[in-house]
Structures are given as C-alpha cells and as structure tokens.
C-alpha cells in the first residue's frame, strides 16, 4: 500500500519562509504533486517533481529525494492569501492503479 | 478555472436516497476521477475511468458506482445514502497515457468546484 505523511498544521509570519515536509512509503514510483486547497474549494496544482532535486516556480519552490522518500514545498515571501491546506500526492505505478494518492494535508495560517 | 465542471453545486437529502453527480472533465482530457473529502479529512480516491472503460478503484463503496460516457463525461451514483456520506465530492481529469505507456508529462489532474452532498 502506500502512506503518506506530513504535518497537520503550521503557523507563519506574512513575509517569511515556511517549509511543509512531506514523506511517503510507495512502490512504482511516478511523481509527486503538491496542491493548494483553500478551504471548500477545489485543490489546485502547485508542483510536480519525478527527478531528484530543487524544482522553483516563483514563490513556490519543491524538492524531491526518491531515495529518502521525502518531499518538501517551500513558500517564500509569505502572504495572507497563502493561508490554505498543502496536499501532498504521490502517483505511483501498479496493476491498473494510476490515480494519486493523497496525504491529510498540512493546513497553513499566516499571520501579520 | 480549471475547465472541469461539477453538478450540482450542493445537494441536500434524505438517508436512504440515491443521487447522482456529474462531471464533465478538461476538453481533450480522457481521464477522470473522483474523490471524496469528509471533513477535515483529505482526498480519497473513489474511482478512475479513462476513454470510458474503468481503469483504477480505490475505496469506493459497493454502494456507490460511476461510468464515463461517449462524450467523456462522468457521473458518480450514490444509493442508500447514510449521514457519513456526507461530504465534498470532487471530479478531477487529466490527459492521461496510452495504456501502458509511462507518463513523462506532469499530466497532473485538474479539479472540478465539487459537489457538497448533505445527508440530513
């Protein structure tokens, strides 16, 4: 099966760093996903890594250690509006199983 | 807007009823999903179809069921509904590979607004 851990709430300051970890035990590996979800919204996509390594994207940055299972997504600059849940999702291979799967999420609250 | 559409928006009844929900995923987009999220719990994959034929079940209940129609769109069919159903159901799609082919792509899936079912 798989498992899928991160934590299930942080606290930050608006324009500071904050880095929400997340580790999973997989077979058939094939990608990480991070999502956003404001709350009763729909989760939206933020990064995808299947290499090893730094992926960056504005604000939001994601690493990958396959080896270690672990993934982190880093938010720079924090703002109000960042205040949501972070999904964290692996896609693995196996006999017809393609979907993600999703760990509890990590809800984050920035403060002024 | 991810171009994946959900109906209802809410939908409030009865235990022991049957609903159905629809989706109609991304043009061009050949899979589609559908999750569950209770609250304060994450998603849970229910189903998966592509080009119309069943491609992967999670932990879908017997007495829930889906199909994928010609036009690609979905539908996600709940009987005998108990209060634990209640919850936020979410569509998702992505393009998706040929069978058995690997994903190089991000081919991440886009979500619908979800339907939120309540079961008084």
């Known amino acids: 099966g798989q498992n899928i851990d991160q934590p299930t709430e942080m606290t930050a300051t608006e324009g500071a760093i904050v880095q929400i970890n997340c580790t999973y035990q997989t077979s058939g590996f094939n990608g990480l996903f991070w999502y956003q979800q404001h709350a009763g919204e729909a989760p939206t996509f933020l990064s995808y890594?299947?290499l090893d390594g730094l992926e960056e994207k504005g604000r939001f940055s994601s690493f990958l250690s396959r080896s270690k299972g672990y993934s982190y997504l880093l938010l720079k600059e924090l703002q109000m509006k960042d205040s949501a849940s972070y999904l964290c999702a692996v896609r693995s291979w196996g006999a017809g199983r393609r979907a993600l799967t999703f760990g509890s999420g990590t809800r984050l609250q920035v403060q002024p | 807007d991810s171009g994946v559409t959900q109906t209802p928006k809410h939908l409030i009844t009865a235990t022991g009823q049957r609903v159905t929900l629809r989706c109609s995923p991304r043009s061009g987009d050949l899979s589609v999903y559908w999750y569950q999220q209770s609250l304060d719990q994450g998603l849970q994959f229910l189903i998966q179809y592509y080009n119309g034929e069943e491609r992967a079940k999670g932990n879908i209940l017997e007495r829930f069921s889906a199909q994928q129609f010609p036009d690609l769109h979905s539908e996600l069919n709940l009987s005998s509904l108990e209060l634990g159903d209640s919850a936020l159901y979410f569509c998702?799609?992505?393009?998706?590979?040929?069978?058995?082919?690997?994903?190089?792509?991000?081919?991440?899936?886009?979500f619908g607004p979800g339907t939120r079912l309540t079961v008084l």
């Open positions: 998702a799609s992505s393009v998706e590979g040929t069978s058995g082919a690997q994903i190089s792509s991000y081919n991440e899936q886009f």
């Open positions: 890594n299947v």
